[in-house]
């Protein structure tokens, strides 16, 4: 087991132009699905997340404060990358054995709540042991289902077209508000010819996006139950991605997974990949070149289908110590020094409060306040799609199938069959 100021080395988790969801877990051995107490009163609660080592340094950062500011409240802690976590997770929650705080994110909270793994915090929040004013653009509802309060952003996010600085200039491509997926397509070309790789990583793998250009249709990814979408709309999406990879204006899949972890806009293989703002810290972590941000192409000039994405802390149904739960997620949140601390690990901060506080000062964290502070200001931002049970089954199965559609080990027509099948399957669960 770790504890707090004693976190073991991990590899950088490394995500490419797909969603940023997941969690953490906690060591088995720590009690049974809740903290303990102490005979002088003190309290210990476990806390979790995915992540990289980085974000372990800044969060043990964070709770060595909380732990001073309230010294009968212990805090035990446990992270791995994301694949790891939810492994380990899923085996906790089946066993009763889930930590009493845990990072969370959107594709998630049914899943869970269905299987009577979170704690509505709503009670809490009555309690005045943890604060819901104060957030930035209505994130305060981020973590609400039905009713209920299962998780509590703890930064935002939004997707992104991450760009080669360079080789966007040297095509002479300047991405705007409101550009439309016929410019975007004529820039990948314009890319394709000037600099010798492709135009785009490939963007028909990523279910977020996908999702956003069906609510620019009206659809979406998601309903309540089921999925938003046909087989005919998937079927279009993928016979032009098919089309687009053969031509070489969708990089070479085969030279992207061989790059890995290397994204393919810092391995030079593309001019510019789809991914979550805050992620652009990688890219300049990474290449060579200098990056920036550009605005979600349109179908109609107008709405791009976006809204503010999240990390979120959840709690465990199981806690005994609600309350103590609740006044740590309160100063994760909320505290301006844990803001300092943790910059735009998890995104832009979500509360006002810690958003005032850190203001960043290197060139990619002040693009993603600005990119974000755009798409608040233009009132492009929806409400976002709701997200059944089962929905993060199908993400991992659309990543999985469009890749092997990109490769051609799958037809197009049998990899929208396969994927209607398993998500019927996993939506149904």
Known sequence: MRTQGTVDRRSLLKITGGSVAALGLTAAGCGSGSGSAGGDGTVTIR???????????????????????????KVKTDFQPYADFWKKFNTQASGGNTPDVFQNAIGFLRKYDAKN???????????????????????????????????????????????????????????????????????????????????????????????????????????????????????AWWNKAAERVKSGVYADPKKTIQAKPKSAVTAELAGTEFTWDNF??????????????????????????????????????RTKHPEEVARFIDFMVHDPEVGKIMGYDRGVPATEAQYAAYVPSDPVGKQIAAYEKQLVDSRVLEPITPHPAGADVCEAAFLRLSEEMSLGTRTVADAVKQYFTEAKTALSA
């Open 47 to 73: 806390y979790t997340w995915w992540g990289s080592d980085d974000r372990a340094k800044r969060i043990n950062q964070s709770i060595a404060l909380f732990e001073k500011k309230f010294p009968k409240i």
């Open 117 to 235: 793994v979170l704690l509505d915090l709503r009670e809490q929040v009555e309690a005045g042991n943890l604060r819901l004013e104060g957030f930035r653009a209505g994130l305060e509802k981020f973590g609400e289902v039905d009713g209920k309060l299962l998780g509590v952003p703890v930064g935002s996010n939004s997707m992104a077209l991450v760009v080669d600085q360079a080789v966007l200039t040297r095509a002479k491509v300047t991405p705007r508000p409101g550009w439309t997926w016929d410019e975007y397509h004529d820039a990948l070309a314009r890319i394709q010819e000037t600099a010798g790789r492709a135009g785009d990583a490939g963007p028909y793998g990523i279910m977020y996006l996908y999702d956003l250009y069906l609510r620019q249709q009206g659809k979406a990814f998601f309903t309540t139950t089921g999925l938003g979408f046909t087989e005919a709309d998937l079927t």
């Open 280 to 317: 652009a810290v990688r890219y300049t972590a990474e290449g060579k070149s200098q990056y920036g941000l550009a605005p979600i192409p349109t179908s109609d000039g107008k709405r791009t289908g976006q809204y503010l994405g999240s990390l979120m802390l959840s709690a465990s149904r």
